[in-house]
Nanobody, 127 residues
């Protein structure tokens, strides 16, 4: 059983930066697809960035590409999301997730592919 715990959320001004962390326990995340998603009230949870299993390819949503960076620390079994140049539209609850299926999805980083989720951490971007 994989357990995921996010941390690092909070209130930040537009243009600021924030670093989210996701600590995993139960299984090593290294062989699996892992990623970050976010959700605001009234909207579906959307994929922000993922690390694809196998070759370690990273993908980003167009809305965050160039501003956010996903990374992992295998020794700490943790996932990170560095967020720069934050905008009010980035306000959301951010979730980390793991896909333990080992399926080679045709279109990775989709919500339905992930079985394990953290509780989420709130990020609010406001002046």
């Amino acid at each position: 059983q994989v357990q995921l715990v996010e941390s690092g959320g909070g209130l930040v001004q537009p243009g600021g930066s924030l670093r989210l962390s996701c600590a995993a326990s139960g299984y090593s995340l290294e062989p699996y697809q892992i990623g970050w998603f976010r959700q605001t009230p009234g909207k579906e949870r959307e994929g922000i960035s993922c690390i694809i299993s196998g070759d370690g390819t990273t993908v980003y949503a167009d809305s965050v590409k160039g501003r956010f960076t996903i990374s992992r620390d295998n020794a700490k079994n943790s996932l990170y999301l560095e967020m720069n140049d934050l905008k009010p539209e980035d306000t959301a609850v951010y979730y980390c997730a793991a896909d333990l299926s080992r399926v080679r999805w045709e279109r990775p980083c989709q919500e339905y592919e992930f079985d394990y989720w953290g509780q989420g951490t709130q990020v609010t971007v406001s002046s």
